[in-house]
């Protein structure tokens, strides 16, 4: 709950907070590596898969760059700030990318053969 | 409040247009890009739990729909997670932009439900399979 404590505090300035103590760069980076740790997860998810259904496994891994893109800081050439655009539509695409994937999980749990005492094994 | 006020008060109104409110500090909006990344983790956490239970386990004694019973709820759940997580950000983002207190967040609440629940299920699923 570390991440969500972070933002109890109150808004400062967009530039005072870059110029003082630099941070700004240091939450981009935390932003990323948090993005990239999603895409390994989505990617876990559809290797996974992969042994039950090959089609739904590749479905999940292709989502995986679109995440990983989305996810990845900009170029030179952005703004000053160098901070990405902060908008709603990649969070939108998590969102819809996980509940697909919770979709097609539900399918295959209820439709789909099973492997009964494949821990076991 | 009416439930159509509920849905456009989730709605990210806030979070897009910028007339409404400032940008605020641009850590706080990576840090709730981050809670909210986590939460979406999490959501796929329990999805994979749940295919793993339907999937792998070997079936209950006596229970014929035990894992059903335990997987299908834990999948559900983690897609109603990942929406429950965006409203979330909608709502925190809304906030910093108008430098209001950040709402009550119902996640933890949620999770915590969803835990004790399967928990539960777990338990009397477990139960009568060994009665049986």
Same mark, same amino acid.
């Given at each position: ?31 990323? +590596? ?10 876990? +998810? ?76 | ?54 999937? +792998? ?38 906030? +910093? ?36």
């Amino acid at each position: 709950m570390t991440d969500h404590e972070a933002i109890g505090p109150e808004p400062t300035d967009p530039g005072a907070s870059e110029t003082e103590d630099g941070d700004a760069g240091l939450a981009l980076e935390r932003t990323s +590596l948090s993005w990239t740790r999603t895409a390994i997860s989505f990617a876990a +998810l559809g290797g996974v898969m992969l042994k039950d259904n090959v089609i739904t496994g590749l479905l999940i891994l292709a989502v995986v760059p679109l995440i990983w893109r989305l996810g990845r800081p900009p170029r030179s050439g952005s703004p000053p700030s160098g901070l990405p655009t902060v908008g709603a539509l990649r969070i939108r695409v998590i969102t819809a990318s996980v509940v697909g994937v919770a979709l097609l999980s539900l399918v295959i749990a209820v439709l789909g053969p099973s492997v009964p005492g494949a821990l076991h094994r | 409040m009416s439930r159509s006020g509920r849905f456009a008060a989730w709605w990210p109104r806030g979070a897009e247009h910028p007339e409404e409110g400032r940008e605020p500090d641009p850590r706080f909006t990576f840090a709730n890009e981050r809670t909210f990344l986590a939460w979406s983790r999490t959501a796929l956490a329990l999805v994979v739990a749940g295919l793993g239970i339907v999937q +792998l386990l070997p079936p209950f004694p006596g229970v014929p729909v035990g894992r059903h019973l335990l997987g299908v709820p834990l999948i559900v759940l983690g897609a109603v997670l990942a929406i429950v997580a965006y409203g979330e950000w909608v709502r925190n983002q809304r906030a +910093l932009r108008r430098g209001d207190p950040l709402p009550r967040s119902v996640m933890p609440w949620f999770l915590a439900a969803t835990i004790a629940g399967m928990a539960v299920i777990s338990a009397i699923v477990l139960l009568v399979s060994a009665l049986r």
